[in-house]
């Protein structure tokens, strides 16, 4: 080993093979926190705000790669920087950027910090930690698991987990591929994600955002009714101009407003009510 790493320095020394210099311009990240269990008890900073303030302006606490299969893994890019993630966390990380996007959402992030909830316990990493918008300004520890991989013992893990991140007035939810994960939100926030890239019109993006303020909600389909492109609705919704029900299907049944309808609280905490609860609060679409 130390010849073949001898060898390959002096290859580099020779200029045989070209030193890349790693570029000074790069954001170097501070190392995320390490909340540790001392004297009977978690850090007392867990949870703070100046504590949470670290946790979103460090570096990720691990590479997001644990021993799961290569065709499970994902790198995506957010924010113009890539991460590494796994398996429904692809789909958790769309939700989220979204959520922060538009509404609800004032910071995430994947593998957060290191945590230690039992005194002679390892180290563990959560999968993303979230900040609510004042003024609930709460916060979440999110972990997302395939429901079929939710047996009794790693249920009572994510408990001891909750129970721990509430006395410090954290919430903790878990994520599954049945709710909030489930086919319809793939089927949704991947076509959203897709319509960053989606050509179109500016006049005609603002003729559709145009009509739905003047009218506070309507059907996908009223629009279509009125001479509107249905191709722009996926496009002003990505952008947080115009606003749907984020936990329903997309179709033309779908109900279109100048104002959130999705509770980014009840969406990230699983506290999904009648998804139809809010209609008698829109503006009416009628005529």
């Given at each position: 080993?130390n010849?073949?790493l001898s060898?390959e320095?002096e290859r580099?020394?020779?200029?045989?093979?070209?030193?890349i210099?790693?570029?000074?311009?790069?954001?170097?990240?501070?190392?995320?926190?390490?909340a540790?269990f001392?004297n009977?008890?978690?850090?007392?900073?867990f949870g703070?705000?100046?504590w949470m303030?670290?946790?979103?302006q460090?570096a990720?606490?691990?590479?997001?790669w644990?021993?799961?299969?290569?065709?499970h893994?994902?790198q995506?890019?957010?924010?113009?920087?890539f991460?590494h993630?796994?398996g429904?966390?692809?789909?958790?990380?769309?939700?989220?950027n979204?959520?922060?996007?538009?509404?609800?959402i004032?910071?995430?992030?994947?593998?957060?910090f290191?945590?230690?909830i039992e005194g002679d316990?390892?180290?563990?990493?959560?999968?993303f930690?979230?900040?609510?918008?004042?003024?609930a300004?709460?916060?979440v520890?999110?972990?997302?698991k395939?429901?079929?991989f939710?047996?009794?013992?790693?249920?009572a893990?994510?408990?001891k987990?909750r129970i721990?991140?509430n006395?410090?007035?954290?919430?903790?939810?878990v994520w599954?591929?049945k709710q909030?994960?489930?086919?319809?939100?793939?089927?949704?926030?991947?076509?959203?994600?897709?319509?960053?890239h989606d050509?179109?019109s500016?006049?005609?993006?603002?003729a559709l955002v145009?009509?739905?303020?003047?009218?506070?909600?309507?059907?996908?389909?009223?629009?279509v009714?009125r001479g509107?492109?249905p191709?722009l609705?996926?496009i002003a919704?990505?952008?947080?101009?115009?606003f749907?029900?984020?936990?329903?299907?997309?179709?033309?049944?779908?109900?279109?407003?100048?104002?959130?309808?999705t509770?980014?609280?009840?969406f990230l905490l699983?506290h999904?009510?009648?998804?139809?609860?809010?209609w008698?609060?829109?503006?009416s679409g009628?005529d």
């Open positions: 080993m010849s073949s060898s320095r580099v020394l020779t200029n045989q093979v070209k030193f210099p790693i570029d000074v311009c790069v954001e170097m990240l501070p190392a995320a926190p390490i540790l001392e009977g008890d978690l850090d007392r900073q703070t705000a100046n303030k670290k946790v979103f460090s990720p606490a691990g590479d997001g644990s021993r799961s299969r290569m065709t893994r994902h995506v890019c957010i924010d113009d920087r991460i993630i796994e429904y966390e692809n789909l958790a990380t769309y939700i989220l979204h959520f922060r996007l538009t509404s609800g004032a910071f995430w992030k994947p593998q957060p290191q945590w230690q316990g390892p180290l563990r990493i959560p999968d930690a979230v900040e609510l918008l004042p003024p300004s709460t916060k520890i999110v972990q997302v395939a429901s079929k939710l047996t009794a013992e790693v249920l893990e994510f408990e987990e721990l991140a006395r410090f007035g954290v919430e903790h939810v599954t591929d909030p994960l489930g086919i319809q939100a793939r089927n949704l926030f991947f076509r959203l994600r897709r319509a960053r050509p179109y500016q006049p005609d993006l603002d145009s009509e739905v303020s003047s009218i506070g909600s309507c059907t996908a389909l009223q629009l009714e509107h492109d191709t609705l996926p919704v990505q952008q947080g101009r115009l749907i029900d984020l936990k329903g299907a997309f179709n033309e049944q779908t109900i279109v407003s100048s104002r959130p309808v509770d980014a609280r009840e699983n999904w009510s009648d998804p139809q609860a809010w008698n609060s829109l503006p009628e």
